[in-house]
């Protein structure tokens, strides 16, 4: 069942992927894979999800309080990601 999911939902499983891959590498090693803000690049300020990379980072580290001082949503995103894509699971089960 969970290899029919990812096939129907196979662009978002890939960005999550590199995105999961890219944040383990970035918190436990030197190697950096991940974009750059291409908000940054353009107009030089910051946006409103710059700093989230960073603090998914230190959520991954366990690092609550610094992934707080990097973004402060940090946490309710994260939880709120999961959360879509257990409810998204959940319904392409039932459909089955």
Do not use: N
């Not at 603090?55 to 999961?82: G, K, M, N, Q, Y």
């Amino acid at each position: 069942m969970l290899i029919a999911y990812l096939r129907k939902r196979i662009v978002w499983a890939g960005i999550l992927l590199y995105a999961g891959i890219g944040i383990v590498l970035d918190a436990f090693t030197a190697y950096d894979i991940l974009p750059p803000c291409l908000w940054r690049r353009l107009f030089g300020g910051t946006c409103p999800g710059c700093g989230l990379t960073t603090a998914f980072t230190h959520l991954v580290r366990l690092e609550f309080r610094t992934a707080i001082d990097a973004h402060p949503l940090s946490p309710l995103i994260a939880l709120l990601l999961v959360a879509c894509i257990v409810i998204d699971y959940r319904k392409f089960v039932q459909r089955s």
